[in-house]
């Protein structure tokens, strides 16, 4: 009989002879893939893509789709922004033309929708949780943060690895899609929390409300391709291209308000 098994870049084709005497021979012949399908996928620019005109536009990407490899490969990030971020923008500015919300900033809308309303609810949250996620990252980063905001993580968990600890945990146990924040809460105090979908702590239905500072995108698009089923693997390679310097940023901001 045959047996066909596909691995990596050549078909193993095992064939099983059955002797006179009972004894099996095994025949391993390689077979190379078309050359057709070794070929590299083509891979844009994020300065191509652009939204539908409309009261919001994309946040220009600040590297290139491989910038963050091989934490976050070129083709994830090149589905991600130009296919899932797209159609969030898109999607936000249609529905939204003709309302209160129209003309008012991603924080005001996030703060003022109706969260019954599922369709400005999923697409606010998705633009504005995407346009964090992206500058929330950077190469050659990671490490550990500086300045006021090193203090306060030291100050409210501890010390930097109980922080890590703790925001890879939350990550980690967010059941289904969702992202995983870190935020300055209403008394000024950080906190480490999660929310399903496309929600986030800026919304009137968040269980711990605040402004956010560090995000990190839990859908299976964000790392699918990279990691398969492995959230923990993608949660851990995503502190190797952290942009602190613009959490940092995000932090000081949050917290003189």
């Known amino acids: 009989m045959k047996n066909l098994f596909f691995l990596g870049p050549i078909v193993i084709l095992l064939m099983t002879l059955q002797s006179c005497n009972d004894k099996k021979l095994i025949e391993v012949v390689e077979?190379?893939?078309?050359?057709?399908?070794?070929?590299?996928?083509a891979i844009g620019s994020p300065d191509d893509v652009k939204a539908d005109e409309g009261s919001f536009q994309m946040d220009k990407l600040p590297y290139a789709y491989d910038a963050l490899s091989p934490s976050i490969s070129a083709t994830t990030l090149e589905m991600h922004y130009s296919k899932h971020y797209l159609t969030y923008t898109n999607n936000l500015n249609r529905a939204i033309v003709g309302t209160p919300l129209e003309n008012l900033t991603i924080e005001e809308v996030l703060a003022k929708l109706d969260p019954n309303d599922a369709v400005i609810r999923n697409n606010a949250g998705g633009f504005y949780n995407h346009s964090l996620?992206?500058?929330?990252?950077?190469?050659?980063?990671?490490?550990?943060?500086?300045?006021?905001?090193?203090?306060?993580?030291?100050?409210?968990?501890?010390?930097?690895?109980?922080?890590?600890?703790?925001?890879?945990?939350?990550?980690?146990?967010?059941?289904?899609?969702?992202?995983?924040?870190?935020?300055?809460?209403?008394?000024?105090?950080?906190?480490?929390?999660?929310?399903?979908?496309?929600?986030?702590?800026?919304?009137?239905?968040?269980?711990?409300?605040?402004?956010?500072?560090?995000?990190?995108?839990?859908?299976?698009?964000?790392?699918?391709?990279?990691?398969?089923?492995?959230?923990?693997?993608?949660?851990?390679?995503?502190?190797?291209?952290?942009?602190w310097r613009k959490v940092e940023e995000n932090y000081d901001a949050a917290a003189k308000k």
């Open 31 to 41: 077979v190379p893939l078309p050359t057709d399908i070794q070929e590299k996928i």
């Open 133 to 243: 996620y992206w500058k929330c990252m950077a190469p050659k980063s990671g490490g550990e943060p500086s300045n006021a905001l090193a203090e306060a993580i030291t100050r409210d968990f501890g010390s930097f690895d109980n922080f890590t600890s703790l925001f890879k945990d939350e990550a980690t146990k967010q059941f289904g899609s969702g992202w995983a924040w870190l935020i300055v809460d209403r008394t000024g105090k950080l906190q480490i929390t999660s929310t399903a979908n496309q929600d986030n702590p800026l919304m009137r239905n968040a269980l711990i409300p605040g402004t956010p500072v560090l995000a990190l995108d839990v859908w299976e698009h964000a790392y699918y391709l990279d990691y398969q089923y492995r959230r923990k693997n993608y949660i851990d390679a995503f502190f190797n291209v952290i942009n």
